[in-house]
């Protein structure tokens, strides 16, 4: 090996060294678990169930990421999951049409999105506070609208639930469709100028509006696409649990 590619290697261990440091870190703990209960976490069967639960919170943090690489926070993101889902329900209970319902559900939680937004970047009010407050407020508004009450929608065996949340052998569709949106926000994170402005205002919000980045523009988008993901998340755990 030249010294050359062993620079490269190195530099490229540097790079990514957080990312090693994670995979190696969840490996760790993962070998701890068989050790210490083989006969639990040897089965396949768990990891099926793993792969059917966590999408729902994988599907947020990904939103999230796009968030804390501005330098923000958003905490309203689990009161906007919540009552997304209960706008896909009442919709769909009403009229039985999945499109309805999924426009009602990731409409609202791309408005959420844009007050969050418009708040922070144009009023200049700190996101925690903004999104705090936002979710109080919607907490109170899925009380208010659901009487305290569940809505009980049955999409076991309809063929909405055989594409969202179905298996191909004992693989839970979920899982894939998590994967493709993390490879579509991978590029629209790394590869497309929206993620280029996002990182950009991240690291020096001042240098990117001396760049010409609309920086207002920039949150306001972030945040409603964390509210999209949101309202997403909203309905893989509506399917799950349906």
Known sequence: MTKANERTEQSLFYKYRSQFGLVIMVSLVVLFFIITSPSVFLRADIYFSFLASVPTIGIMALGLTFILALGEIDLSFPSVMALSGFLFASVYAS???FFFAILACIGSGILVGIVNGLIIAKVGVPSIVVTLGMQFLIRGLSNLLSNGTAIIVRVRGSLSHQFLVGKIGNVPLQSLWFLGIAVF??????????????????????????????????????????????AMAGIFDLYRMG
């Open 185 to 230: 926000l991978f590029f629209l994170l790394f590869r497309h100028k929206f993620g280029e402005h996002v990182l950009f205002v991240g690291d020096n919000v001042e240098a990117a509006r001396m760049m010409g980045v609309n920086v207002d523009w920039v949150k306001i988008g972030a945040f409603s696409l964390m509210g999209a993901l949101a």
């Open 95 to 97: 009229t039985g049409n």
